[in-house]
Each structure stands twice: as C-alpha cells, then as structure tokens.
C-alpha cells in the first residue's frame, strides 16, 4: 500500500470542460472509488461543486469504460466525467 495514496488523471467533457478545463491530476487514498473521487473534486472549489455537484446528472467512464460510482480505481487510472447523452 502506498502511503501517499495513488495517481489519478481526472478528465472533463462537454459542459464540465467549459466550467473546469479539460482535466486535473489528483493524488487520492488507495483504493478509493469513482465516487470518493467525485465527493473529493466537489470539496475542492465552489467551481468543482456547482458542476460534480451530487444533485447533478453526470456519467463516469474509468479507463474508458463506462462505470458506476462504485468503481474501484487503481493507481494510474482515469476517470472522465461528462454529462449524459441526449440525442435526437
């Protein structure tokens, strides 16, 4: 276990790029969660919380797979959040 807890590469989409920019490096605990991650980016900035906020609707991929909050990241992961699709 490493004591300085893991890399994680946060990348942005859509909306939440416009408000934040396209991503951010974070170092998180081990073995923290999509959704620690997203409770930890919203305690970072009123800009972070008015758009991860947990009222919001938003979908998550890790590694490029489409996941839930309950998805376990490793060191190194990214985690991208970006609004649902709509379409016509």
Known sequence: MNVDGMKVRVRYFASIREALG???ELTV??????????????AR???????LGTGR????A???TLSDGSTALRDGAEL?????????
């Open 22 to 24: 396209p991503g951010e």
């Open 29 to 42: 605990p081990d073995g923290c969660t999509a959704s620690v991650v997203r409770e930890l980016l919203i």
């Open 45 to 51: 900035s009123p800009a972070h919380a008015a758009v």
């Open 57 to 60: 609707a938003l979908r998550c």
């Open 62 to 64: 890790v590694d490029q």
């Open 80 to 88: 991208a959040f970006f609004p649902p699709v709509t379409g016509g």
